[in-house]
């Protein structure tokens, strides 16, 4: 079987710093995958790179603690893009037993653009947002079910994975 599918996304923050209109941001979704059927098995293999808006407090101001005696503020950025991500994975599920199912997934994902807070010259208490932080997570997921039946059923689930992006504000 083959799959394919697109999600659109929209977003626009209505406000530009100077009292201009800001333009609205479009972030384009793909996603596609393979399945085929082996002897006592299905194999999916799939790839999709996914766009996300920024969460609502990162584009507006913000104040920390009491503003008189610290200053400490941080700036929206209502020019912030969608945050992205890429993500590759390879599926294996099979049916050892009627009534029981194995999974096993690995994954990759590449995240970019990722929301960040970089400060306003040398003053590291005063920031904005900007999107430049970047990672990566590996993982792999097994599931194994019992269908209920005669009043019992389980699934047993877990994950591993690892991690890794940047912090580009020492501060």
Do not use: C, W
């Not at 659109?8 to 201009?20: C, E, L």
């Not at 037993?97 to 994902?109: A, F, I, M, T």
């Amino acid at each position: 079987a083959f799959t394919i599918g697109m999600r659109i996304d929209r977003f626009n923050t209505g406000y530009m710093p100077g009292g201009g209109i800001s333009r609205a941001k479009v972030g384009v979704s793909p996603r596609v995958a393979i399945s085929t059927v082996l002897k006592g098995a299905t194999v999916v293999v799939s790839y999709g790179r996914f766009v996300q808006a920024p969460d609502y407090q990162y584009l507006v101001d913000a104040a920390f603690d009491d503003t008189m005696r610290t200053g400490r503020f941080r700036a929206g950025n209502p020019s912030l893009g969608h945050e992205n991500a890429t993500q590759y994975e390879f599926s294996l599920r099979a049916r050892p037993k009627p009534g029981l199912s194995l999974r096993l997934n690995v994954y990759v994902k590449r995240l970019e653009g990722l929301v960040a807070s970089v400060p306003f010259g040398f003053d590291p208490d005063s920031t904005i947002f900007g999107n430049i932080d970047y990672g990566d997570v590996r993982g792999v997921e097994v599931l194994f079910e019992r269908e209920y039946s005669r009043g019992v059923g389980f699934r047993v689930n877990g994950t591993l994975q690892s991690a890794t992006a940047t912090a580009t504000n020492a501060f």
